[in-house]
Nanobody
C-alpha cells in the first residue's frame, strides 16, 4: 500500500522560507509526474508546482520565481513567503494507474 507523508510545514514570517518534503512508501508504478497542491478553507485545491518524469516543471503564476520543486523527496523550496501562501499543502504523485495524495501539511505565513 502506497503512503505519502509530507513534512516541513510550519509557521513562518512573511519573507521567510520553508522546505516541504514528501516521503513515499510502497511501490508506485509508472510515475508520470509529482507535485504540490494547496487548499484553503472554502476554496478548491489548487496546483502549486508539478514536475514530470521528463523534467518539465509547471508553477502557479502566484509562486513563480519564489518556489522551486525538485525530484528528491518531491521537495518544494518556498522562498519569499507571503501571507496568501498560507494553506494546507498536499503532495501528489501520479502513477500509471492511480493518483496518490498525502495527508497534507499546514503552512502558515503570519507576522
Amino acid at each position: 500500500q502506497v503512503q505519502l507523508v509530507e513534512s516541513g510545514g510550519g509557521l513562518v514570517q512573511p519573507g521567510g522560507s520553508l522546505r516541504l518534503s514528501c516521503k513515499a512508501s510502497g511501490t508506485i508504478y509508472g510515475i508520470k509526474a509529482m507535485g504540490w497542491y494547496r487548499q484553503t478553507p472554502g476554496k478548491q485545491r489548487e496546483l502549486v508546482a508539478t514536475l514530470t518524469t521528463g523534467g518539465s516543471t509547471n508553477y502557479a503564476d502566484s509562486v513563480k520565481g519564489r518556489f522551486t520543486i525538485s525530484r528528491d523527496n518531491v521537495t518544494l523550496q518556498m522562498n519569499s513567503l507571503k501571507l496568501e501562501d498560507t494553506a494546507v499543502y498536499y503532495c501528489n504523485i501520479r502513477g500509471q494507474f492511480h493518483d496518490y495524495w498525502g495527508q497534507g501539511t499546514q503552512v502558515t505565513v503570519s507576522s
